[in-house]
């Protein structure tokens, strides 16, 4: 009989559910705990093993399963909603793995792909990158706000400069995890008009499905496919959600600087806005258009190819 594990993932323990078993126990979230959940899980008949992303604390459990089992990683707004659906309103560690068993069995996704170490050096990179770029940012806005206040101003420019120092030297590094963890693939991402290092390297990082799926499927995952809604005779606006957001914000810059770059893609944004859609909009459809560019070039293996405009 199959068997459906759902784990719910805390930084010191993992409760795992089985079903239809109904069964619950719990193990350290340790290589020991990893150990042991592996051996047990190995004597039942596993059809999918299910969990939340939890910032990084799952990871260790994934890559001890993954070998031998497909295993699933949900963002944790969908598992509340599939909680929310069937009436589950209690939350405890047990009854959390309960429901992502119960997701598990009925919920068809595909496996999440295992990470190498190269990838999640690159991602830890990225983001860390991400953090300091933040607060680099934060800093500059409190720097406008203070310019009566000597003081503070010298304070804040130290800062800021040793800020773009670190940001330079995590820039050298990015550039070099990426090309221990795919230098092919960067290379050709680096060749179209509007992707800089940081977009190649994001892309890299956090979408390992990118030339591997179909173009709706893409769009999709990163967030940027329109859904209807429509209720009996009434038409509602499409609009986008869900979806990869650190994926969807470096996009969105990178398609700004291929509108201005690529001939085509500036046609296709400028004959959007003369139908009246707004920049917004116009945008997200580009980000689409280009997202999809990009996964057929990856997917069929060849070089990048602009659309004639």
């Known amino acids: 009989m199959s068997v459906f594990v759902g784990i719910d993932v805390a930084k010191a323990t993992l409760a795992v559910a089985l079903r239809p078993s109904g069964e619950v126990f719990e193990v350290a979230n340790s290589p020991a705990g990893h150990r ?24 260790a459990v994934m890559a001890a399963l993954q070998a031998e089992w497909p295993v699933v990683r949900v963002a944790p707004h969908r598992a509340r909603s599939f909680a929310t659906a069937m009436g589950r309103i209690a939350k405890t560690d047990p009854i959390d793995a309960a429901m992502l068993a119960h997701m598990a069995q009925v919920v068809d996704t595909p496996p999440t792909q295992p990470e190498t170490p190269q990838q999640l050096r690159l991602q830890a990179l990225v983001q860390r990158r991400s953090q300091v770029v933040q607060q680099r940012d934060d800093e500059r806005r409190r720097l406008q ?23 330079a030297l995590l820039d050298k590094a990015i550039a070099q995890a990426v090309a221990e963890a795919d230098r092919q693939r960067a290379d050709r991402l680096l060749a179209i008009p509007g992707v800089g290092p940081v977009t190649a390297a994001t892309l890299i990082a956090f979408l390992p499905e990118l030339g591997q799926i179909e173009r709706r499927q893409i769009a999709a995952l990163v967030g940027v496919a329109p859904y209807n809604a429509d209720s009996g005779g009434k038409t509602g606006l499409r609009r986008i959600r869900g979806g990869r957001a650190g994926i969807r914000r470096v996009l969105y810059m990178a398609t700004w600087s291929a509108i201005r770059a690529q001939p085509a893609l500036n046609q296709r944004y ?22 999809g560019q990009i996964n057929a070039m990856l997917r069929d293996g060849g070089q990048w190819q602009p659309t004639p405009a």
Do not use: W
């Open 36 to 59: 042991a959940l592996a051996q047990r899980l190995r004597k039942l008949t596993v059809e999918r093993v299910l969990l939340e992303a939890t910032g990084g604390y799952e990871r």
């Open 145 to 167: 706000q203070v310019q009566d206040q000597p003081l503070v101003v010298a304070s804040l420019k130290r800062l800021l400069r040793a800020q773009q120092a670190e940001i």
């Open 270 to 291: 400028q004959a959007l806005r003369a139908r009246g859609k707004c920049a917004k909009v116009a945008l997200v459809a580009c980000m689409r258009s280009f997202l």
